[in-house]
């Protein structure tokens, strides 16, 4: 296949190790994306009035737990597969 990155004679997404760093990766990202809505509806709500100030504080404490998950986020996947490392391995 054109484009396929090959490792030990098979394409790269064929090694076990592989597929589960990119499950962890579409795992990790889909929290990500649903944290987020959930602070923008609680930011809704508190616009709206429909909250309290123990919600305020959360959205706050939530605000800052998501931007650290999203900043840390290639570094929680797996740092042994840089593109470095990949082009090394692959023959690249």
């Not at 394409?11 to 579409?26: F, Y």
């Not at 889909?30 to 959930?38: D, E, H, L, P």
């Not at 602070?39 to 706050?60: M, N, P, Y």
């Amino acid at each position: 296949m054109p484009g396929t990155v090959w490792l030990l004679g098979r394409p790269i997404i064929e090694h076990l190790a592989v597929a589960q760093v990119l499950a962890r990766m579409k795992v990790v990202s889909s929290v990500a994306v649903a944290t987020t809505f959930r602070i923008l509806v609680t930011a809704d709500r508190l616009e709206s009035g429909e909250s309290s100030r123990d919600a305020r504080a959360a959205r706050r404490t939530h605000v800052n737990i998501n931007k650290y998950w999203k900043s840390m986020g290639g570094k929680i996947w797996c740092p042994v597969f840089s593109p470095a490392a990949l082009k090394r391995f692959s023959g690249g």
